[in-house]
Structures are given as structure tokens and as C-alpha cells.
């Protein structure tokens, strides 16, 4: 067999499956993400192995610059489909799961990694950082439906606006695991330097850029001239251009680009809240999101089946990432939304889905191009079990727990006066 006929023949098919599959499942225990990585692992032990021979997994930079593109792609559609404007007290639940449960749970792993796997400091921090976000390209079974469609509850408005902001806000730690460890080769000092740029500058940068392109290209989009209103053409490749542009301008500036991407779509948003465009420009978005996801975690299911990165797996690295997922997300989570209005079951789903995906692949990724770390195939293979055992449990659970809230919530309603 022409082996280059082969890897078209099934790219086909990831195609044709990433636009039949969400339909099919919609109903279903059973997730999107699953099936790829069952069928990575089906092809991997199959005649036509070598479609997958390139596994991101097994090149560092390849793993960055594709999970790189996902994420910035599902941040831009995650910011588009926020109906809520932007506010302090109608994004609470938000602030409170960025600014408390997120610093405990890299805190918490941190020292999961420190004490159990024996890691670094440098490297313990690099872990908490890339495994603390939840996913936006992953946890789209559990955000809001598309712009002006109305599907936004409170569990779900605060896990996508979460998904969007705390990729963003994690990497001034990825960066601290970075100074760290250069700092431990070379000597020189390092807080002073990481506070003024890689906090206050890189989140600035990010916010301000992020902010300017989305106010602009929104003017540009719906407020001039009808003649001459980009919206008229109702092609939704521009929010891959506005993702593009604004991610490359931020990074260029030494900014936040994840940050800036979100902040551009929010803003973008805000310019002119229910204009029909938002609806095209979200829902290709989704489709390039998901056609990568899908490449991506094939990848990821034929690197399963082949086993190597799984050669420094031990009992302790299933024992943190069963913490992880079971322990300290959750309850983390609890402790940023004590004293919030919404009900106990709802703040649980908020605490508990917050699944663990490709952005950690990232963050890993770019660090370990970055600096020396020591102990990276334990890293590697925490980061991996983690996202596994995340996809499954989340996956199998998320749609009947939802399917609960939502028909609990309905019945509420009805009895309402």
C-alpha cells in the first residue's frame, strides 16, 4: 500500500468522524476525546501503524507548536460564546476559581510532586503549573452552548470563562519553574526579573494587547460603513485570523498571547453582543478545535498503544494522579466557591470537571525546551496518566451529571411562581 494514500484515506476519516461523532454522542456516557485515543490505539496495533509513526509525544517541539494552535483556537472560540458581559460581580465564580482554587491546586501538586515522586523544586513547580489549568480544548462538554443560544448556567459559565482565563494565568508559574531551574545552572538571580516581566509585564501585554486587537477588529467588523462591514461576508475563517494576528502581535510584545487571545474574543464580543456573525465565527472555530483535538489525541492513543512513554510509570505516579483528579482539583475548587449563592451540587460540578488536557501537554512541552529540568520522563508520564485517567472519568460522567443539573434546574424553574 502507498503509505501516503493510507495516511490521506485516514485523515478522511478523522474528518468525516470529528463532524459525525459529537452528534452521535451527544446522548451518550461516552466522549468525544475517548474515542480518539481508542482509535490511536487501534491504529497503532494495526497493519497501518505507521500513520501515526510521528508521534507528537516523542518530539518536543512538534508536541508544542500543535497543542499550541488547539488551545489558542479554543480560547478564541471559548471567549466568543461567553454571552455574559464582563463584570466583577457577575464573573465571581470566575475570579474566585483564578484567584484561590487555582493557586491551591499548583500549590497542592507541587508538593505531591516534591514528596512523592521525589521531584525537584523546579520541576514540582513546572507539574503544578501544567496540570492546575483546566482544559479549554477538552471541557467543552461542560461549557456554555454557542453565542445568543441562552445555554449558560452558572456551572457552565464558570468553567468556560475558567478554561478561558487560567491557561493565560498559569504560565507565570511555568515561568517560575523555568527561572528556577535556569537560576539552579546558573547562579544568577531570578525573582526580580520574573515578577517584572514574566508577572506584570507578560499579564499587561496580554490584557492590553488582547483588549486593543478585539476593540479594533470589532469596530472594523460591525461599526463602520454597512458598505463596508467585514461581518457581510459571514466567513467564519476571521476568527482564525483575529486568533492568529492578535496571538502573534502579543507574543512579538514578550505578552501573554493565551491571555490576549481570550481577552480579543471577549472584547470582540462585547463590541456588539448579538450580532448572528458571532454564531459563524464560534462555530468554525469549533471545527478547526476539534478537527486538531482529534489528530492530536490519535496521536496520543497510538503513543499508549506503543507503550514507551509509559516506561517510568510507577505505583506512586497513579497514586498522584488519582489525587490530583479526585482530591485536590475538587476540593480546591470547593474552598474558592465557599460562601457563593449557587447550590451544593452545582458548585461540585464545578470543582470536580475540571478536566486536564492538552494545554498541560503544552506547558510541559514548552519548559522542557526552555530550561533543564530534572526527572522529564517522570513529568512526562505524570502529565499523561493525568490527562488519561482525566478524559475517561470525565468523559464517561460528565453527560449523565449534566443531563441531572439540568433536569434538576428545570423542575426548579416550573415551581417557581
Not at 249 to 256: K, R, S, V
Amino acid at each position: 500500500m502507498e503509505p501516503y494514500l493510507v495516511v490521506v484515506a485516514v485523515f478522511g476519516a478523522i474528518i468525516l468522524l470529528t463532524a459525525w461523532l459529537p452528534i452521535v454522542l451527544e446522548s451518550l456516557p461516552l466522549s468525544l476525546p475517548i474515542v480518539c485515543i481508542a482509535l490511536g490505539i487501534g491504529i497503532a496495533l494495526s497493519p497501518i501503524s505507521y500513520v501515526t509513526a510521528a508521534n507528537p509525544l516523542e518530539n518536543r517541539l512538534l508536541t508544542e507548536r500543535l497543542t499550541e494552535f488547539t488551545v489558542i483556537v479554543s480560547l478564541m472560540g471559548a471567549g466568543l460564546k461567553l454571552d455574559r458581559p464582563l463584570s466583577w460581580r457577575g464573573w465571581m465564580t470566575t475570579w474566585r476559581l483564578l484567584g484561590i482554587a487555582m493557586p491551591l491546586t499548583i500549590t497542592g501538586i507541587a508538593l505531591l510532586g516534591w514528596s512523592v515522586l521525589g521531584l525537584g523544586v523546579a520541576s514540582a513547580i513546572l507539574l503544578g503549573a501544567a496540570l492546575a489549568p483546566t482544559d479549554p480544548v477538552l471541557a467543552s462538554d461542560v461549557q456554555v452552548g454557542p453565542p445568543n443560544s441562552k445555554e449558560e448556567d452558572e456551572a457552565r459559565f464558570a468553567l468556560t470563562s475558567e478554561a478561558g482565563l487560567n491557561d493565560g494565568l498559569s504560565f507565570p508559574f511555568v515561568y517560575l519553574a523555568i527561572a528556577i531551574a535556569l537560576s539552579q545552572a546558573t547562579g544568577e538571580p531570578w525573582f526580580g526579573r520574573w515578577l517584572a516581566v514574566d508577572v506584570v509585564w507578560k499579564l499587561a501585554a496580554g490584557i492590553a494587547i488582547g483588549w486593543a486587537t478585539g476593540k479594533l477588529l470589532g469596530h472594523v467588523t460591525f461599526r463602520v460603513s454597512k458598505r463596508s462591514q467585514l461581518s457581510r461576508t459571514r466567513d467564519g475563517l476571521v476568527a482564525i485570523g483575529i486568533t492568529c494576528l492578535c496571538y502573534g502581535i502579543t507574543e512579538l510584545a514578550n505578552g501573554y498571547g493565551f491571555l490576549a487571545v481570550f481577552a480579543a474574543a471577549v472584547t470582540l464580543r462585547s463590541v456588539e453582543r448579538r450580532h448572528s456573525y458571532h454564531t459563524e465565527l464560534h462555530t468554525f472555530t469549533e471545527q478547526i478545535e476539534r478537527l486538531f483535538m482529534m489528530v492530536i489525541l490519535v496521536c496520543f492513543g497510538a503513543a499508549i498503544a506503543e507503550g514507551t512513554i509509559f516506561d517510568a510509570l510507577n505505583w506512586q505516579v497513579i497514586a498522584v494522579a488519582l489525587v490530583v483528579l479526585l482530591v485536590i482539583r475538587p476540593l480546591s475548587g470547593l474552598i474558592g466557591l465557599a460562601g457563593m449563592p449557587q447550590p451544593r451540587d452545582e458548585k461540585a460540578v464545578i470543582a470536580v470537571f475540571g478536566i486536564r488536557g492538552l494545554g498541560s501537554f503544552y506547558y510541559l512541552a514548552y519548559a522542557l525546551g526552555q530550561a533543564e529540568f530534572d526527572s522529564p520522563e517522570i513529568l512526562w508520564v505524570t502529565v499523561c496518566v493525568v490527562v488519561l485517567i482525566s478524559i475517561i472519568i470525565h468523559g464517561i460522567t460528565v453527560t449523565p451529571i449534566m443531563n441531572m443539573i439540568d433536569r434538576r434546574r428545570t423542575l426548579l424553574a416550573k415551581q417557581e411562581p
